[in-house]
């Protein structure tokens, strides 16, 4: 074998970097020794895997041909090494999550993985849904939990459990406990939205997009707890997940709009890179997704700590 595992390692993290000096230290490694590595690969092999485009190092024909190959060995050769370590081959796991799945259900997942699994590793990102995507089809991410959609060819999506949304309001606001509104008054009102690129935001604009108007917004935000305050405080109404809104209902700090023209209903889904090496700790990370969600309908049911 004319190659090493090292110059492959190398190679993913310069494409993933775009940069070798991000990529040496990314991987703990001088720059010199990075660089030594890439050129010793393209020149066993006569071959050039990236093109210099300005500061940056961008995969040529050739390189995107290699790059989930070469992930894919890496990720087997990682669950060899932590087999030989006695470690049930689950090695390190880094999964994507978007904002309501990542606050809510992953990190009660990742604690419940890695007691099940106490040699095992898992890095969380919380991420909208536009970035999850772009990092799983990037390989920067072994796995990616979302509530919007993927149309990406190299992406393979697997639903998960269904989710909905509502549109909320503080008690004291005039939309309290005044039953059904009209999508033409909605839009009328103060929106807290979700920022562009999230799931949340993509699924209430396709429900609202038989109707010419727009959403008056007042403010965008990241979070769905901003959010959840913003709307609390009287700035304007908010539309998220039942699941994030479940205790604030039960306490009455918010309550919810009826909105009968509006399909607010959408489904959590798993999503990895159609040429990812599904490894032990990966599909042992997808049977325990499923198991918490075995027999439930909508995630607002999922049982989960309750905060007074």
Request: proline letters at 3%.
């Amino acid at each position: 074998m004319r190659y090493t595992l090292r110059q492959l390692e190398v190679f993913v993290a310069v494409a993933q970097h775009e940069s070798v000096s991000q990529a040496a230290r990314a991987l703990a490694l001088s720059q010199s020794a990075a660089s030594t590595a890439l050129a010793e690969l393209e020149r066993q092999f006569d071959c050039r895997l990236l093109d210099r485009i300005g500061k940056r190092l961008k995969l040529n024909a050739l390189g995107f041909q290699l790059l989930p190959k070469a992930v894919a060995l890496l990720d087997r050769a990682e669950e060899v090494e932590e087999l030989l370590r006695g470690q049930q081959g689950i090695g390190t796991l880094d999964v994507g999550a978007t904002l309501t799945i990542g606050n809510y259900l992953a990190t009660l997942l990742i604690s419940d993985f890695m007691q099940r699994h106490p040699g095992s590793r898992v890095r969380l990102q919380v991420r909208n849904t536009r970035t999850i995507v772009d990092e799983v089809r990037q390989h920067e991410l072994d796995l990616g939990l979302i509530e919007g959609q993927c149309e990406e060819d190299d992406v393979i999506t697997q639903p998960w459990v269904e989710d909905e949304l509502a549109v909320f309001c503080s008690p004291h606001h005039p939309l309290a406990n005044q039953g059904p509104v009209e999508l033409d008054r909605l839009l009328r009102e103060a929106w807290i939205m979700r920022e562009q690129g999230s799931g949340t935001r993509l699924t209430l604009e396709q429900a609202a997009r038989h109707r010419r108007g727009r959403f008056n917004t007042l403010l965008e935000l990241e979070h769905t707890e901003g959010i959840k305050r913003a709307v609390e405080s009287g700035l304007g109404i908010g539309c998220v997940s039942k699941l994030a809104l479940r205790d604030a209902f039960r306490r009455g700090s918010l309550v919810q709009i009826p909105t009968p023209e509006l399909d607010l209903s959408r489904q959590f889904a798993f999503i990895w890179h159609r040429h990812k090496y599904l490894a032990t700790g990966m599909r042992e990370f997808l049977k325990q997704c499923r198991h918490m969600t075995e027999g439930i309908r909508s995630s607002d049911q999922i049982d989960l700590p309750y905060y007074s």
